[in-house]
């Protein structure tokens, strides 16, 4: 029997320390290990972890090493008895493939620093961020909802994706930015070579669109290796696009310059912020068929049509063949979830604004 | 005779209410216009200006309109008997040949932000900011010395630079970094049309990255179309640059990848700040013989080789066939300087520590 508030950690960099805080924090017990030894010792000094080790009597182990190593951990835990694992890796569906067990939920913190390592660490690292987590026909519902559970713990705010549309946005918001980030320092550092002081002419703008170039770059080969086609397919489109930017420039095509930069101005501004605290909840119950991937789906469509699913639990009922999803959204959403939900052939049993 | 602390101010948006506001904080007396009226009462109510109009007596004019009516503006003003007028404007060489004459002196600050419009105005805009000028053979050194005294008044710092040399340096640093900004967020709002939940994936890195996206279109077709040459430059080294990357990532080239990345993490992280408050001052007296271009040769030697001029002054000779140029720089660069100038054939006549 599992211990419902111990976690494991394995990896106590800058992330897994911050997910030690936060969940020490919020009165979870943590033990924890890292393959250099004299880190976790750092981790326990610095308040991330009770004490060097691995539980499999932990409710959630949580793999926080780079992502070319998180399957084979992963995988090796599963083996050791640890009955729920997840990880923070930056790409999913490779991870999720290698691994493929039901105990495994694949997760990503939307959330970072240029920083790194245990001293930069901090609990609320993840206040308020978007975690996405990517469960699958495979994985089980009580493992999802331990996962889940935990994360909001965490302060952050869950959505789930698909892993390959998960990878495919990240290459997209993440990968493909920072490396056009660290290209366009790149250049303006050619140019400037012999002449330090031009670059004074970066301002603001130009510091902030450089500012992830600063990150340490030991980690991005294991990402473009494992999200490889994503990031080539993202870099293909970006070039394509700076293409007939480069043809609207030359032209003097003043129109038509103005329209690109009027969408991104658009987009721009209603970038969504993060999830608000709903003043008024309502709760929707979800009969969910005994069958593979109810819970990846109902939870994904939820992403997908912008319902924040502010709490999930799962009822099995005792007749052990279907169960009932209760998922807690804000109040306004209560109607668009559940004719979202009747529309793919789920019967919602139940629904009620909450007072 | 112009009165010393009168300056005129034409365009009373972001960048021209807020150098009335900077200007004014320092002691000046400040006139100025705008094509719409309403705009230029607004900026009297905002404190930006002492009052409506243009006064030929001013010791300096700026004009603050879009890049496209710089020149013109500025030919009218000298055509009135304004002696001294800078503007500015984020593209420098055409509008320099426009003009082409001894009292207009080109100018930049780069500092802005994506707000518009005189209420978003502020006294402190330029503090601490790079603020370019571009004198050439032409430039009076009197006009030169007026508008960079003036500068140091709104609390920026000066760097000169050739025209040419700016619009190529802007177009790696600014034009092309927004165009980039730009395209990024398009192509995230377009794979995200049907689904802008998905953009809750976007972390800091990349609102950090599109931030500049936000600003209003309205003055990139003029920018675009005066500094288009070196624009549609940078954008082919970039767009080949960003092949490289490709091909990197396909072809899964860790190596290549990581000294690709450690090359812009090092640029990034030795990205120079402001010019730090010098401790200690060195003055420099160069001899400069009446011939043009000798000013702009002296002070874009001095940005390229990384001597910040904290002040200048011009002293004429009684003969009046050659004067002195008395340069204050911090006590550290003295010797650099010294050097760079006489190897380029001038004379120093002096050279001290300032206690």
New interface residues.
């Given amino acids: 029997m599992s211990n419902p508030r111990l976690a494991t950690l394995v990896g106590t960099g800058l992330i897994g320390g911050s997910i030690g805080l936060a969940l020490r924090r919020a009165g979870w017990a943590v033990v924890g290990t890292d393959r250099d030894r004299e880190r976790a010792d750092a981790a326990v000094a610095h308040g991330a972890l009770d004490a060097v080790g691995e539980d499999p009597a932990s409710a959630l182990t949580i793999v926080a090493t780079p992502v070319g190593s998180v399957a084979a951990e992963a995988r090796r835990l599963l083996k050791a008895g640890h009955p729920v694992v997840t990880d923070v890796g930056s790409v999913k569906a490779p991870v999720v493939a290698a691994v493929d067990h039901p105990g495994f939920v694949g997760g990503h913190p939307?959330?970072?620093s240029e920083q790194e390592g245990i001293a930069a660490a901090t609990a609320d690292l993840f206040d308020g961020?978007?975690w996405?987590l990517t469960p699958t026909a495979l994985t089980d519902d009580q493992a999802y909802a331990t996962v889940r559970a935990a994360i909001v713990d965490l302060g952050a705010?869950v959505?789930a994706?698909d892993p390959a549309r998960?990878d495919?946005?990240?290459a997209?918001?993440?990968h493909?930015?920072?490396?056009?980030?660290?290209?366009?320092?790149?250049?303006?550092?050619d140019?400037?070579e012999e002449?330090?002081?031009?670059?004074?002419?970066?301002?603001?703008?130009?510091?902030?669109?450089?500012?992830?170039?600063?990150?340490?770059?030991?980690i991005?080969?294991d990402i473009?290796?494992e999200n490889?086609e994503a990031?080539?397919d993202?870099?293909?489109?970006?070039?394509d696009?700076?293409?007939e930017?480069?043809t609207?420039?030359?032209g003097?095509d003043?129109d038509r310059?103005?329209a690109?930069?009027?969408?991104?101005?658009?987009?721009?501004?209603?970038?969504?912020a993060r999830?608000g605290r709903p003043s008024e909840l309502g709760e929707l119950r979800v009969v969910v068929p005994d069958r593979p991937g109810a819970l990846a789906e109902v939870t994904t469509l939820a992403?997908?049509?912008?319902v924040n699913i502010a709490n999930l639990e799962i009822a099995h009922s005792s007749e052990g063949d279907r169960g009932v999803l209760i998922l807690v959204v804000e109040a306004e959403a209560l109607g668009r979830l559940h004719d979202a939900l009747v529309e793919r052939g789920f019967i919602v049993s139940h629904q009620q604004v909450l007072e």
Same sequence: chains 1, 2.
């Fill in positions: 939307m959330a970072g961020a978007t996405v705010e959505v994706l998960h495919a946005l990240v997209e918001v993440s493909v930015p920072h490396l056009t980030a660290a290209t366009l320092m790149r250049l303006a550092d140019t400037a002449h330090r002081a031009l670059l004074r002419l970066a301002a603001g703008g130009f510091r902030d669109m450089t500012r992830v170039a600063a990150g340490h770059p030991g991005w080969p473009c290796g490889r990031i080539v993202v870099l293909d489109r970006l070039i696009a700076l293409g930017v480069r609207v420039v030359a003097n003043r310059l103005l690109l930069l009027d969408q991104a101005r658009a987009a721009r501004t209603s970038l969504p999830f992403t997908e049509i912008d």
